[in-house]
Each structure stands twice: as structure tokens, then as C-alpha cells.
Nanobody, 116 residues
Framework: EVQLVESGGGLVQPGGSLRFSCAAS????????MSWVRQAPGKGLEWVSA????????NYLDSVKGRFTISRDNAKNTVYLQMNSLKPEDTAVYYC?????????WGQGTQVTVSS
């Protein structure tokens, strides 16, 4: 059974930090491009960051560059998103996404609320 299990969400004050983890199982993690995608209240899905299968290439949404860092540990089948200097506009449900040319999997999502 394919699973992407996210953890690490919660309530944080502006300027604070959170670290997400997404633990994968049921597929060959090292073959998949991993991304984080978010959905703010009342809005559509927004791609946030991605990392290639080997971990050597990363990309970020402009608004999170310099604040968020994506990484992966292929030995643990886990992808991470370190989020620093959080802003209220980062409030959203964050989803882990695994993708390769013919398959795509999604996690269940984890809520982040940035508020004082």
C-alpha cells in the first residue's frame, strides 16, 4: 500500500519556524521527484518546493525562497520542509507529493496556521 504520511504542522507565531516530514512507503522512493504543495483557505493548490530524486536539485516558489528549505533522506524514505520566518500568508494545508512519469501520489495534508 502506498503511503505518504506528513507530520509537523501546527500553530506558530509570525516569524516562527516549523519542520515538516513526509514519510513514504509502498513505492520506490528514490525514483520519485518530491514536492510540497499547499492550499490556503478558499484558494487553489499552490506548488511550494520540489527536490529531484537524488536530492541534488531543488526549486522554490519565489515567495518562500530564502525562508523554506526542502531536503530528502533516501535512506529513510523521507522528505522534509524546513520553514523559517513564517508569515500569516503561509497559512495553508501542506501536502506532500511524489511524482514520476506515469505515477503520482499525495499525502493527506497537514495544517499550518501562522497567527499571533
Amino acid at each position: 500500500e502506498v503511503q505518504l504520511v506528513e507530520s509537523g504542522g501546527g500553530l506558530v507565531q509570525p516569524g516562527g519556524s516549523l519542520r515538516f516530514s513526509c514519510a513514504a512507503s509502498g513505492f520506490t522512493f528514490t525514483s520519485y521527484y518530491m514536492s510540497w504543495v499547499r492550499q490556503a483557505p478558499g484558494k487553489g493548490l499552490e506548488w511550494v518546493s520540489a527536490i529531484n530524486s537524488g536530492g541534488g536539485s531543488t526549486n522554490y516558489l519565489d515567495s518562500v525562497k530564502g525562508r523554506f528549505t526542502i531536503s530528502r533522506d533516501n535512506a529513510k524514505n523521507t522528505v522534509y520542509l524546513q520553514m523559517n520566518s513564517l508569515k500569516p500568508e503561509d497559512t495553508a494545508v501542506y501536502y506532500c507529493n511524489a511524482r514520476e512519469p506515469i505515477r503520482e501520489y499525495w499525502g493527506q495534508g497537514t495544517q499550518v496556521t501562522v497567527s499571533s
